[in-house]
């Protein structure tokens, strides 16, 4: 718990750099001692990599890597259909998600610390095994991925997914229902509204995928005149053996 917060003090410090000042720095990645991934303004010696860059001549910062478009208006929909494809969810859910948690900016960074197109929390990227959650394409990949694990967690039902997409899958299993939070139902009925798709999902798990037959058992059963019979059968007879 205590490194969760520490994770999410460090980028709401980044935050505050970037959005309240001016002078606004580069923002970094690196992992502490105990694994944990951290963002940070100033790298104080500590083996990083830079994951957004202050645009000098603007004072916005944007994505290192080149130049880039401004936020507004960009097309983030190759990204978004090749996620949909990969984790059998519809596009407009995808692009409903993006537009209610970021209004498309790659560069958002929430009061909590969640950050990019779908807000993903530093712990949740490096579940979804996202670098750069300011990358675009990283983050609809990672927070797609993240959507369909929770849509498979609550049988498919779309309404509870993005409940815990919003307060957290265990906020969710407590109440069994929508949690009894404002932002959290406002968040629902407002993707729900732009999303106008279906209400469930049905997915075929790829631990289901990728089983392993299970081979068949087979018994040894001595009937009474002395046969010897071999079957897969649930046999009763006394003297059954299973292989």
């Not at 929390?121 to 369909?148: C, H, K, Q, W």
Request: proline fraction near 6%; include cysteine; aromatic fraction near 10%.
């Amino acid at each position: 718990m205590l490194r969760f917060f520490m994770r999410a003090i460090v980028v709401l410090i980044a935050a505050v750099l970037l959005y309240a000042s001016p002078s606004s720095a580069d923002i970094y990645r690196y992992v502490d001692e105990n694994g944990v991934v951290c963002y940070t303004d100033s790298p104080m010696g500590k083996k990083t990599v830079r994951v957004l860059r202050e645009k000098k001549l603007s004072g916005r910062p944007e994505l290192s890597g080149g130049p880039q478009r401004p936020a507004e208006g960009r097309d983030y929909s190759t990204y978004v259909q090749q996620a949909a494809t990969k984790y059998e969810i519809e596009p407009d859910l995808i692009k409903a998600v993006i537009k209610t948690e970021s209004n498309g900016n790659h560069r958002a960074v929430s009061r909590k610390g969640a950050m990019g197109l779908m807000q993903l929390m530093p712990s949740t990227a490096n579940d979804m095994n996202v670098v750069n959650p300011f990358n675009p394409e990283e983050n609809i990949e990672g927070g797609t991925r993240y959507l369909r694990s929770l849509l498979e967690k609550f049988n498919g039902d779309l309404t509870l997914a993005l409940a815990a997409y919003n307060a957290g899958p265990k906020t969710v299993e407590k109440y069994r229902s929508v949690p009894p939070i404002s932002e959290t139902r406002q968040y629902v009925r407002k993707i729900m509204a732009l999303f106008k798709g279906k209400g469930n999902y049905s997915f075929t798990s790829a631990a289901q995928e990728n089983a392993t037959p299970q081979p068949v058992p087979i018994y040894r059963v001595v009937l009474d005149d002395g046969t010897v019979l071999f079957t897969n059968s649930s046999y009763t007879k006394t003297g059954k053996v299973r292989f």
